[in-house]
């Protein structure tokens, strides 16, 4: 499985609280700071269609899903998954 989280990494609430629980789950992700990764802002804005962070993508057996902002239950699932 594979995860990452774009994030805003000044002022960003939902950006911290979805890494949190992402760590304190120990599930390892990347996290890109969409504020000074031109490309990366503009993946999730113009391919994903998102306007807000974090966004997170995650893949699983040939399998994606992406959401945006913070989301705990989409997290549990992506935690639920990772221990199967």
Sequence with gaps: M???I???PQGCFGCTKTK???AKAGIAFT???ITTNDQALEYISEELGYSQA???VYEKDGS???W???NPSKVQHVIELHNT
């Design 2 to 4: 594979t995860l990452t």
């Design 6 to 8: 774009y994030t805003k």
């Design 20 to 22: 949190e629980l992402f």
């Design 31 to 33: 996290e890109v700071d």
């Design 54 to 56: 974090p966004v997170v």
């Design 64 to 66: 994606e899903d992406h």
């Design 68 to 70: 945006s902002g913070l």
